[in-house]
Nanobody, 125 residues
């Protein structure tokens, strides 16, 4: 089974940047659809960004468009979420996920089989 491990979270001031990494093991990521999700205390989990199994264009939540970028490096079996101009409302636990059959649409479905354990991002001055 594919295993995913996130890293890169932490405390950052508003306007700052972080890059989250999601390292995969067990299988090559090459043909997996991937996604990033987050959950703030007291709120439902929401999709942040995704790329489908068809390796098409990424989708982003409206709240992060223009600030976050999803990418992947298949040679490292890792995918990333570059987060710029962070805001306090970005504070949440961030999770990566992957699935061999994942359709990435504008609503960034969380119907993926494999999930990481999460990494905390806190944006505060």
């Amino acid at each position: 089974q594919l295993q995913l491990v996130e890293s890169g979270g932490g405390l950052v001031q508003p306007g700052g940047s972080l890059r989250l990494s999601c390292a995969a093991s067990g299988y090559p990521l090459d043909y997996y659809g991937i996604g990033w999700f987050r959950q703030a205390p007291g709120k439902e989990r929401e999709g942040v960004s995704c790329i489908g199994s068809d390796l098409g264009s990424p989708n982003y939540a409206d709240s992060v468009k223009g600030r976050f970028t999803i990418s992947r490096d298949n040679s490292k079996n890792t995918f990333y979420l570059q987060m710029n101009n962070l805001k306090p409302e970005d504070t949440a636990a961030y999770y990566c996920a992957a699935d061999l059959e994942y359709y990435c649409t504008g609503d960034i479905s969380d119907f993926l089989e494999n999930w990481g354990q999460g990494t905390q991002v806190t944006v505060s001055s």
